[in-house]
């Protein structure tokens, strides 16, 4: 591992991962090997194994009652794309928020020019959404609700459970991108009201890229179409897609190798516990926010408060471009951080930083108050240097 860097960009891509997932992946590779579901040899069948695994770890993390209803994906780029696809329809109504990356808005605008509306409700500076806002754009034909469970850009963690509670008395369905805080933050899809929950693996679970899920709740599968149809190793005597979970949305030899280090990467969550990855995850971001706040020409956007927000922090220094902060921050003292719009445009023009973007440092379980302080230290030597440019 590159010690000698400060890698404050976990909202990307965590990293370093545990020594677990890097062990599992490999031990598939060099003792396993097979393709699951589509040979009886032993092989085949231990890749099996790892496969369903992950699905009862994932089920366990997120309360589901059936492992079969979370369809594993590239990422939840994909799993979105299969809520948005599959199951809205020409004429349907759609609201979302202003807060939303371009994994939940771009398939929701390739809709609207197919004649879905879709309404997209205000948040406040901080990025937060009122859900009273949410019931006052329901419409007679509003069929779901597309929500982030937090802001990749701001970290605010909008209030899910209180807008699920609404989705179910409107009889609407809720997806959920839970990009962000899927490990990091407690989710339960049964208590939150949680229809479609999207998921990546390579963030806040501490899986490889490549991975991540989809959740349906159970009967909700019948009515969205598969956007990829083709070989599932069940049902091989008929051309036509199986219907049942989670084979319906699963077309293709799976990404085994990330599958198996995706399942390593959740029972480390699991065995931390999220509670502790959270509170370990709030100090770092109270230290730093605490550290910063009066530095000259810091500006600090979304909650200073740590509660209900995830550890991505975005800043900008006062006349200077974020690209050159964050060129730097990495050039000149070892800080990974990550500059610009991160792919949510919608996102910067609800905290007025549109188009420039801010430098968004990210923390994860494996960073430290020493790595903190040392950023912190930075940023007040840059902050200096600025009056010299």
């Known amino acids: 591992m590159n010690r000698d860097v400060i ?21 598939y590779m060099q003792n396993i090997g097979g393709s ?15 496969v369903f695994d992950a699905r009862e770890k994932l089920a366990q993390l997120f309360n589901v009652p059936d492992p079969l209803q979370i369809v594993l994906t590239r ?31 771009r398939p929701l605008r390739a809709m609207e020019a197919r004649g879905v509306g879709i309404t997209v409700v205000p948040c406040d500076s901080d990025g937060l959404i009122d859900p009273g806002d949410v019931v006052k754009a329901i419409r007679k034909n509003t069929k779901a609700i597309f929500i982030t469970n937090a802001s990749n850009v701001t970290g605010t963690v909008m209030p899910v459970s209180d807008i699920g509670r609404l989705a179910r008395e409107h009889g609407l369905v809720l997806c959920v991108d839970a990009a962000q805080t899927a490990g990091c933050f407690p989710i339960d899809v049964a208590e939150m009201n949680i229809d479609l929950l999207a998921f990546t693996g390579h963030k806040a679970l501490f899986g490889p890229s490549g991975t991540g ?31 049942f979970m ?18 390593a990467g959740v029972e480390f969550v699991l065995a931390q516990g999220v509670a502790q990855i959270k509170s370990r995850e709030e100090k770092l971001v109270r230290m730093f926010i605490e550290g910063v706040s009066d530095l000259p020409g810091i500006i600090l956007y979304g909650r200073k408060s740590v509660d209900r ?23 000149q003292f070892g800080v990974m951080s990550r500059s610009g719009l991160h792919c949510a445009p919608a996102a910067h023009k609800t905290i007025g930083t549109y188009p420039m973007g801010t430098v968004r440092f990210s923390f994860s379980f494996f960073n430290t108050e020493e790595q903190i302080i040392k950023s912190i230290e930075a940023l007040k030597q840059i902050g200096k240097g600025r009056k010299n440019r």
Request: one cysteine or more; proline letters at 8%; aromatic letters at 6%.
């Open 36 to 50: 699951p579901g589509r040979s009886g040899h032993r092989l085949s069948i231990e890749a099996a194994r790892i």
């Open 309 to 331: 927000r995830t550890p991505a922090v975005s800043f900008n220094i006062d006349g200077m471009d974020p690209a050159a902060v964050a060129l730097e921050l990495d050039e």
């Open 246 to 263: 989670p084979d319906r949305f699963e077309a293709g030899t799976p990404n085994t190798v990330g599958i198996a280090g995706l399942r």
């Open 213 to 243: 899920g989809l959740y349906i709740r159970e009967g909700l599968e019948k009515g969205i179409e598969p956007i990829c149809v083709g070989g599932t190793g069940s049902r091989s005597e008929v051309e036509t897609q199986p219907d």
């Open 75 to 105: 990422n939840a780029t994909e799993g979105l794309n299969i809520a948005v696809f599959g199951f809205l329809k020409p004429g349907d109504h759609v609201i979302t928020s202003g807060m939303e990356h371009n994994s939940v808005m």
């Open 7 to 27: 890698y404050f960009d976990n909202a990307a891509t965590s990293w370093p991962k545990p020594p677990q997932t890097i062990a599992a992946m490999q031990n």
